[in-house]
């Protein structure tokens, strides 16, 4: 890797022309920081760090109520506390006071001395350790880097060169302009008259194989400066490549009269593509870090009126309420995520996990996330909502909610507070119904009068209904050892297959891996561990699943199914299979929240609709809601299909423990064990089939507190098992305990074949229709024919918007608009807009990419990995976003969010998440919901610092699909496994820093290390979709 010139640092400028080391730097003066390119200066200027330096957080501050003296990131919380607020009261003023910035040199308490340079106050005892301290030096060596850097901008010599406040900014350049090539000037000029001034030298300092920006010197190198013309320096600016791109020159002048050379540096930058677009999808407003205060506690609160829809079943169990422990509250209120976890195993988590402890176990690690789901629904909090009245109902309008961010359900409670009213009293609004973009409210009779003008705070709450039904199934007694720790002993050594199977699907009789799976299901005994279909991507898993189904309904007449899966969509998929039964055989049950419009026409009489007897004297917009029939006809359905946590239902209406004699469990990587357990822990019984289909390799649950995750939490049940020995794939137990499919009917092998053999084995077999996997291979914009696969390197820029911390990049978004508009403007392969679908990790960037289609692409699906899961295309583009590199404080999981999962590169589970980039398993996820072409723009410099992404970029460089900016590394070189190459890039920083300790450069390395890494910051889960149980 490539050193930063050391003359740079030295010097702030190199005089060598034939220098091979790295030239490209910025520096940051708020915050202390160099950066090594414009683009990484771009990024963190952009980002939290900066903001809140420019902000004041970490400026001085004094309280004049309190006389106390603290830093910004401190007066926030100063101020809305019980201390300051009472110190207010005893002077008689009120608690609401501007901060006082504090002057360097202003007289500082007794015992204390204030460093200028740090802007803190140092008791005298810890003077001299400060003044040592890795931090003061960082800034001393900063102050001296800044004063050489000025001094290489400055004009100097009595010669002056134009541009020297923003450089030489081209602006935004078209792509046919930038092709051809487009030329600015610098003007040089010399203000002393007779002065001996000769231009030497004139050079960029990029080097990169293809810079964007050439000089043409010959006419001015060597010539005597004259007093009083301007001299013309040509700089030419011609790329293919959309995108931002940055470059310095440094003019090389000599004195004659003094023999003396110096150096004037000018930054040159520019935007490659269409003005109109860059200007449609900018930052509405700049970036300001949302300011996270301690909610003010809800000491009154009246109830709402709720829906009718809660009394639509006729439960017969009592729900608990399952509240969280005092003790755990306790430990989760102080420390890291690690330190919180650690204290969790020690004080409050069972020292091992088994039959006896699994319930606690889990409990716990429930309320550990159910604190975290309800922190962070405070972004939603709306500080002046309106509310409009239409008879008994108040409207509320709330931002996202067509995206579900936050996600509202009929039966929610949202709490309000009119401006002015007495601090802590809220009423509660119940939501009866949810439109598009608001909601539906009722309150207590004794709610105040309304007008158009009053303005409300509004709070969501939690709904804790599914929490508390995986409450009660981990509370239901259930000792079942086979289906929690299944080990050898559960397992027949051997199973004789003597079922003969004439399958429904004839598709199945040539698929050998399917057709011994339906088998082994169908020959499951009593007391059997749960068997797994694993299904990699686009191999059949629910085809499998549904097959098996119809196999048991012929062959006992005394079966009674439960099939359940994690979301609606997933559970209608499977139902919409089974409808040949008739609406007497299957129930889909939906929870009673559920809209009826969000129900498939083809399932709508599976369903059972109870019409309820209101009250007369009050209007309700609906009195049917979903429900289950009468005990007796409930029973005899041979089929019910729900999600994981609404077949809680059978439960809680008096269903006996046993009644099922098969629970399958679709797509159940996708389920936390506790979800999958209301099912099990509930309903079965020893003689009770479990059958588990999915992929561990994919998307596991989403889990949105970090101790919990930690604590693996998102770890599923399916991957549980299948970590166990029974359960390995070299265990010999195939077709006793699981089952692999291998043919892959979605992907073209290119596509495909990444995947297979870091995550599969090899084992998957191309078994795609020819016609649909191949309909790309001749496409005109592929690099290389017959290669599917196209890696767009672009360099961005990531970008915020207003006080949302999600990253979008708006280079990315119009490459993204320019291939969707050249897939729908090819005549020789007619696409629909529902056959492309891009995947993104960052919500922001979802929006903007939306925006980007309007009226071109208005049916292109949009979203995250998340989102799907499950789906496939016939075009999949996906969209990295981040283009920060920065070497100062670099952390790839904070960089590459989404990108860094290996589960979402199946899914394509490449993304970084926020620390949202596309992990493996979205990287996975989202690569393979590809069927005939797969377009992945970023930028490759930041993607490559993750192993699997540079196998992956490698793999596609080396077959010939590469397009934009090249690989900044040897793609034939072998990718290090353990990875490293975030480490390298921040040794590299490091070694920087030490060298320029007497030099320039490595002044804030330390400092910008001082960032949170911890990960439970207010932002993590603004990009992780909330998720729909019911």
Same mark, same amino acid.
């Given at each position: 890797?490539?050193?930063?010139?050391?003359?740079?640092?030295?010097?702030?400028?190199?005089?060598?022309?034939?220098?091979?080391?790295?030239?490209?730097?910025?520096?940051?003066?708020?915050?202390?920081?160099?950066?090594?390119?414009?683009?990484?200066?771009?990024?963190?200027?952009?980002?939290?760090?900066?903001?809140?330096?420019?902000?004041?957080?970490?400026?001085?501050?004094?309280?004049?109520?309190?006389?106390?003296?603290?830093?910004?990131?401190?007066?926030?919380?100063?101020?809305?506390?019980?201390?300051?607020?009472?110190?207010?009261?005893?002077?008689?003023?009120?608690?609401?006071?501007?901060?006082?910035?504090?002057?360097?040199g202003e007289t500082v308490g007794p015992g204390f001395k204030h460093c200028g340079l740090c802007e803190r106050d140092i008791p005298l005892s810890h003077w001299s350790s400060h003044e040592a301290g890795a931090k003061h030096r960082a800034k001393e060596r900063f102050a001296t880097y800044k004063a050489v850097i000025g001094e290489a901008v400055k004009d100097k010599h009595g010669v002056a060169v134009s541009n020297k406040d923003d450089g030489l900014d081209f602006g935004i350049v078209s792509n046919s302009e930038a092709a051809s090539g487009r030329t600015a000037h610098l003007t040089v000029k010399v203000a002393v008259p007779n002065s001996k001034v000769v231009i030497r030298e004139i050079r960029m300092t990029s080097r990169v194989a293809h810079p964007s920006f050439t000089i043409n010197t010959a006419s001015l190198i060597g010539n005597r400066l004259v007093y009083g013309r301007d001299y013309a320096v040509p700089i030419t600016l011609r790329s293919s490549n959309s995108g931002h791109h940055d470059d310095r020159v440094e003019i090389t002048f000599e004195d004659t009269q003094l023999n003396q050379q110096f150096v004037i540096v000018r930054f040159m930058r520019v935007i490659v593509?269409?003005?109109?677009?860059?200007?449609?999808?900018?930052?509405?407003?700049?970036?300001?870090?949302?300011?996270?205060?301690?909610?003010?506690?809800?000491?009154?609160?009246?109830?709402?009126?709720?829906?009718?829809?809660?009394?639509?079943?006729?439960?017969v169990v009592k729900l608990s309420h399952a509240h969280i422990p005092k003790n755990i509250l306790s430990v989760l209120a102080t420390g890291s995520t690690q330190d919180k976890a650690k204290n969790l195993r020690r004080t409050v988590l069972p020292t091992s996990l088994d039959v006896a402890s699994y319930s606690r176990h889990f409990k716990t690690l429930l309320w550990v996330e159910e604190k975290r789901s309800e922190d962070?629904?405070?972004?939603?909090?709306?500080?002046?909502?309106?509310?409009?009245?239409?008879?008994?109902?108040?409207?509320?309008?709330?931002?996202?909610?067509?995206?579900?961010?936050?996600?509202?359900?009929?039966?929610?409670?949202?709490?309000?507070?009119?401006?002015?009213?007495?601090?802590?009293?809220?009423?509660?609004?119940?939501?009866?119904?949810?439109?598009?973009?608001h909601v539906g409210l009722r309150f207590h009779s004794s709610f105040p009068g309304h007008s158009a003008n009053h303005r409300y705070h509004v709070r969501f709450k939690l709904n804790r209904i599914p929490l508390r039904r995986q409450?009660?199934?981990?509370?239901?007694?259930?000792?079942?050892?086979?289906?929690?720790?299944?080990?050898?002993?559960?397992?027949?050594?051997?199973?004789?297959?003597?079922?003969?199977?004439?399958?429904?699907?004839?598709?199945?009789?040539?698929?050998?891996?399917?057709?011994?799976?339906?088998?082994?299901?169908?020959?499951?005994?009593?007391? $059997?561990?749960?068997?797994? @279909?694993?299904? =990699?991507? *686009?191999?059949?898993?629910?085809?499998?699943?549904? &097959?098996?189904i119809r196999q048991i309904m012929d062959r006992d007449p005394n079966a009674r199914i439960l099939a359940c899966a994690p979301s609606n969509s997933a559970a209608d998929h499977?139902?919409?299979?089974?409808?040949?039964?008739?609406?007497?055989?299957?129930?889909?049950?939906?929870?009673?929240?559920?809209?009826?419009?969000?129900?498939?026409?083809?399932?709508?009489?599976?369903?059972?609709?109870?019409?309820?007897?209101?009250?007369?004297?009050?209007?309700?917009?609906?009195?049917?809601?979903?429900?289950?029939?009468?005990?007796?006809?409930?029973?005899?359905?041979?089929?019910?299909?729900?999600?994981?946590?609404?077949? $809680?239902?059978?439960?809680? @209406?008096?269903? =006996?423990? *046993?009644?099922?004699?098969?629970?399958?469990?679709? &797509?159940?990587?996708?389920?936390t064990e506790p979800e999958v357990m209301i099912s099990v822990k509930t309903m079965a019984d020893d003689k009770t089939k479990i059958v588990l289909s999915g992929d561990p390799k994919q998307l596991g649950p989403i889990i949105r507190c970090p101790i919990a995750r930690e604590l693996d939490l998102d770890i599923s049940y399916l991957e549980r098992l299948m970590n166990r020995d029974i359960y390995l794939e070299d265990s010999g137990n195939t077709g006793i305990t699981f089952v692999k499919l291998v043919k892959n009917f979605r992907s073209h092998g290119s596509i495909l074949k990444f995947p297979n053999e870091q995550f599969y084995r090899g084992d998957l077999q191309v078994s795609g229709s020819p016609q649909k996997i191949n309909s790309y291979l001749q496409w005109t914009h592929l690099p290389k024919r017959d290669f599917p696969i196209i890696f767009h390197g672009i360099r961005g820029k990531d970008d915020r918007e207003s006080t949302s911390p999600s990253f979008f990049n708006i280079s990315e978004a119009l490459q993204v608009k320019d291939y969707v508009t050249k897939l729908r403007d090819?005549?020789?392969?007619?696409?629909?807009?529902?056959?492309?679908?891009?995947?993104?990790?960052?919500?922001?960037?979802?929006?903007?990419?939306?925006?980007?289609?309007?009226?071109m692409g208005d049916g292109v699906k949009v979203g995250s990995t998340e989102e799907f899961q499950g789906q496939e295309r016939r075009v999949i583009i996906i969209s990295t976003v981040r283009s920060s590199k920065d070497y100062v404080n670099y952390d790839l999981r904070h960089t590459l969010g989404f990108v860094a999962n290996p589960r979402r590169f199946n899914g394509m589970q490449f993304l970084p998440a926020v620390n949202s980039q596309l992990t493996s398993c979205e990287c996975t996820v989202a690569v393979t919901r590809a069927q005939a072409l797969l377009i992945i723009i970023g930028d490759p410099s930041v993607l490559s610092l993750d192993p699997l992404w540079r196998s992956?970029?490698?793999?596609?460089?080396?077959?010939?699909?590469?397009?934009?900016?090249?690989?900044?590394?040897?793609?034939?070189?072998?990718?290090?496994?353990?990875?490293?190459?975030?480490?390298?890039?921040?040794?590299?920083?490091?070694?920087?820093?030490?060298?320029?300790?007497?030099?320039?450069?490595?002044?804030a390395r330390t400092e910008a290390a001082a960032e949170d890494v911890d990960g439970e910051d207010g932002d993590e889960n603004v990009d992780r979709p909330w998720r729909e149980l019911e």
């Amino acid at each position: 890797m490539v050193a930063l010139c050391p003359n740079l640092r030295l010097n702030g400028l190199c005089g060598d022309a034939k220098c091979d080391y790295r030239h490209d730097m910025r520096v940051c003066e708020p915050c202390g920081l160099v950066f090594l390119s414009e683009a990484i200066y771009n990024s963190h200027v952009g980002g939290k760090r900066h903001a809140s330096t420019v902000d004041g957080q970490f400026a001085k501050l004094f309280c004049p109520i309190c006389e106390r003296r603290m830093d910004g990131l401190a007066w926030r919380m100063h101020v809305v506390g019980k201390p300051h607020c009472r110190a207010a009261a005893r002077k008689g003023v009120s608690p609401d006071v501007q901060a006082e910035r504090e002057n360097p040199g202003e007289t500082v308490g007794p015992g204390f001395k204030h460093c200028g340079l740090c802007e803190r106050d140092i008791p005298l005892s810890h003077w001299s350790s400060h003044e040592a301290g890795a931090k003061h030096r960082a800034k001393e060596r900063f102050a001296t880097y800044k004063a050489v850097i000025g001094e290489a901008v400055k004009d100097k010599h009595g010669v002056a060169v134009s541009n020297k406040d923003d450089g030489l900014d081209f602006g935004i350049v078209s792509n046919s302009e930038a092709a051809s090539g487009r030329t600015a000037h610098l003007t040089v000029k010399v203000a002393v008259p007779n002065s001996k001034v000769v231009i030497r030298e004139i050079r960029m300092t990029s080097r990169v194989a293809h810079p964007s920006f050439t000089i043409n010197t010959a006419s001015l190198i060597g010539n005597r400066l004259v007093y009083g013309r301007d001299y013309a320096v040509p700089i030419t600016l011609r790329s293919s490549n959309s995108g931002h791109h940055d470059d310095r020159v440094e003019i090389t002048f000599e004195d004659t009269q003094l023999n003396q050379q110096f150096v004037i540096v000018r930054f040159m930058r520019v935007i490659v593509g269409n003005k109109a677009d860059y200007d449609r999808l900018k930052p509405t407003m700049a970036y300001t870090p949302r300011v996270r205060s301690k909610r003010e506690p809800e000491i009154e609160v009246v109830p709402g009126e709720a829906p009718p829809a809660l009394d639509a079943m006729p439960y017969v169990v009592k729900l608990s309420h399952a509240h969280i422990p005092k003790n755990i509250l306790s430990v989760l209120a102080t420390g890291s995520t690690q330190d919180k976890a650690k204290n969790l195993r020690r004080t409050v988590l069972p020292t091992s996990l088994d039959v006896a402890s699994y319930s606690r176990h889990f409990k716990t690690l429930l309320w550990v996330e159910e604190k975290r789901s309800e922190d962070d629904l405070e972004i939603y909090d709306i500080v002046n909502a309106n509310l409009t009245k239409h008879g008994p109902y108040y409207h509320l309008d709330v931002p996202g909610l067509a995206e579900k961010r936050p996600s509202v359900l009929v039966g929610d409670r949202i709490l309000v507070q009119r401006h002015g009213s007495e601090k802590g009293h809220w009423f509660e609004g119940h939501v009866h119904f949810v439109e598009r973009d608001h909601v539906g409210l009722r309150f207590h009779s004794s709610f105040p009068g309304h007008s158009a003008n009053h303005r409300y705070h509004v709070r969501f709450k939690l709904n804790r209904i599914p929490l508390r039904r995986q409450h009660q199934a981990l509370d239901a007694a259930l000792r079942g050892e086979h289906l929690f720790f299944p080990e050898v002993t559960h397992v027949a050594c051997s199973r004789t297959l003597s079922t003969t199977i004439c399958p429904y699907n004839s598709d199945i009789a040539s698929n050998p891996a399917q057709m011994q799976a339906i088998a082994s299901i169908l020959d499951m005994k009593q007391v $059997s561990v749960p068997f797994v @279909v694993f299904g =990699p991507p *686009g191999t059949g898993k629910t085809v499998t699943i549904v &097959e098996t189904i119809r196999q048991i309904m012929d062959r006992d007449p005394n079966a009674r199914i439960l099939a359940c899966a994690p979301s609606n969509s997933a559970a209608d998929h499977i139902a919409e299979s089974l409808t040949m039964y008739g609406n007497d055989k299957m129930l889909r049950y939906y929870a009673p929240s559920r809209p009826r419009a969000a129900v498939p026409d083809a399932l709508i009489d599976f369903t059972y609709e109870r019409q309820l007897e209101l009250d007369p004297s009050k209007w309700f917009m609906r009195n049917r809601y979903f429900s289950v029939p009468p005990m007796p006809q409930l029973r005899r359905f041979r089929i019910i299909v729900s999600t994981c946590v609404s077949a $809680s239902f059978a439960y809680n @209406v008096g269903l =006996p423990r *046993g009644h099922f004699t098969h629970i399958f469990v679709d &797509e159940a990587g996708q389920a936390t064990e506790p979800e999958v357990m209301i099912s099990v822990k509930t309903m079965a019984d020893d003689k009770t089939k479990i059958v588990l289909s999915g992929d561990p390799k994919q998307l596991g649950p989403i889990i949105r507190c970090p101790i919990a995750r930690e604590l693996d939490l998102d770890i599923s049940y399916l991957e549980r098992l299948m970590n166990r020995d029974i359960y390995l794939e070299d265990s010999g137990n195939t077709g006793i305990t699981f089952v692999k499919l291998v043919k892959n009917f979605r992907s073209h092998g290119s596509i495909l074949k990444f995947p297979n053999e870091q995550f599969y084995r090899g084992d998957l077999q191309v078994s795609g229709s020819p016609q649909k996997i191949n309909s790309y291979l001749q496409w005109t914009h592929l690099p290389k024919r017959d290669f599917p696969i196209i890696f767009h390197g672009i360099r961005g820029k990531d970008d915020r918007e207003s006080t949302s911390p999600s990253f979008f990049n708006i280079s990315e978004a119009l490459q993204v608009k320019d291939y969707v508009t050249k897939l729908r403007d090819d005549r020789r392969i007619r696409i629909a807009d529902t056959d492309i679908g891009v995947i993104t990790p960052y919500h922001a960037q979802c929006l903007k990419i939306r925006t980007a289609l309007r009226g071109m692409g208005d049916g292109v699906k949009v979203g995250s990995t998340e989102e799907f899961q499950g789906q496939e295309r016939r075009v999949i583009i996906i969209s990295t976003v981040r283009s920060s590199k920065d070497y100062v404080n670099y952390d790839l999981r904070h960089t590459l969010g989404f990108v860094a999962n290996p589960r979402r590169f199946n899914g394509m589970q490449f993304l970084p998440a926020v620390n949202s980039q596309l992990t493996s398993c979205e990287c996975t996820v989202a690569v393979t919901r590809a069927q005939a072409l797969l377009i992945i723009i970023g930028d490759p410099s930041v993607l490559s610092l993750d192993p699997l992404w540079r196998s992956f970029l490698n793999y596609i460089h080396l077959n010939g699909g590469w397009k934009g900016e090249e690989p900044t590394w040897d793609t034939h070189e072998d990718v290090r496994s353990e990875g490293g190459y975030d480490q390298e890039l921040r040794q590299l920083a490091i070694r920087d820093m030490n060298e320029f300790a007497e030099r320039l450069e490595s002044y804030a390395r330390t400092e910008a290390a001082a960032e949170d890494v911890d990960g439970e910051d207010g932002d993590e889960n603004v990009d992780r979709p909330w998720r729909e149980l019911e």
